[in-house]
């Protein structure tokens, strides 16, 4: 039996989210900003939230239809069954999202959605659920447009780019599904050397080994259906020993990052050992412009310091030639990748980039600038 499904994703990556889906088995399926609207069966959902590396949530709709006041929608949610969807025991956080949305005010519309939860508790049950909104055993979604609505209760629990062992980060850390989506847009390979020369707390590199890997993303962490009553425990021990099963033999990866901090690669052996994924990556405390490059050819990808992060709009107008420089000198034949907000960057660097993908970093519009470094014709 299929249900209906939301997964939503960064800006910009809802082509390689529905590639994913569609990997999974996935056939009725539309994208929409943000995401992707889908049809599947509960299988699926439990692959989709261990496998994903794009998704940020997947969430299962439960109710939806056309609305005019507060009242059709608290009617609405009233009508789920939500004493045969979990237990009087778990915790409860609901949440608002509106588009176009003509009601006053969303904040009572979620205090109505939890209202209607608890109504039907205390006729059912004599109690009602506990309302826990910093870590919730369950979690409903309300999403609102100009006429209808639909209700989602959320499969993922905290959001998938929680990866289940990341302990520390430096300032600013870019999300691992949007990393890992700037690497399937980069057209980088396992096998391909790849380098970050700005890792941070090491999110790209984490990333790619865990694809080098075939490693599973949710392999670490648990899930919010597992607070469900109909959670199929049996079928998700399936499905994890048979993805732990496609897991390749570990070993160095050509996957090298370096950073100028050397807190940042600190961070970075720490996020790396907790993964499980040290021996993949080789590490390196240097500044970008005095890196030593380990191929001839390969992909450079990473989120440099912009003015509204780390560094000041004038200190990097005078890093970025610098950096123009060293990749001419040193990166003649590979493919670069920069995430940043600062559109001037290019035009600074005095490199035209081939593509410009529209990204965003968290709530900052941000471009993914593609400059292949080949000899003498980057000039702008």
Known sequence: MKSHYFASCPRGLETILLGELNSLGVQEASVVDGGIKYESSTEIMYRANLSSRIATRILYRIAN????????????????????????????????????????????????????????????VDARPNVDIRDPDIRIHLYLNATHFDLYIDTSGQPLYQRGFRKSSVEAPIRENLAAGILAL??????????????GSGTFLIEAAMIAFNQAPGLKRSFGFENWKDFDSALLEKIKSEYQTQIKPLGF?????????????????????????????????????????PSKVGVLITNPPYGERIGEDEDLAKAYPLWASTMKKKLSGWRTYFLTSDLRMPKLMRLSPSKKTPLYNGALDCRLFEIKMVAGSNRI
Not at 86 to 105: E, H, I
Request: net charge negative; hydrophobic share 35%.
């Open 253 to 293: 990866s050509k996957i090298y990052g370096s950073d100028e901090d050397l807190r940042a690669i600190r961070v970075t052996k720490t996020n790396l050992e907790q993964a499980g994924l040290k021996m993949a990556v080789e590490l390196s405390c240097q500044n970008f412009n005095d890196i030593k490059v």
């Open 186 to 199: 980069s057209g980088w390979e396992s096998g391909e050397p790849l380098l970050d020369p700005m890792c």
């Open 65 to 124: 239809g056309a609305y005019e006041t507060e009242d059709d929608v608290y009617n609405g949610a009233l009508k789920v069954q939500w004493t045969s969807l979990f237990d009087l025991s778990n915790s409860l956080k609901v949440s608002t999202t509106g588009v176009k949305c003509p009601l006053k005010s969303l904040d009572f519309m979620t205090l109505r959605i939890k209202d209607a939860i608890c109504d039907q508790f205390r006729s059912q």
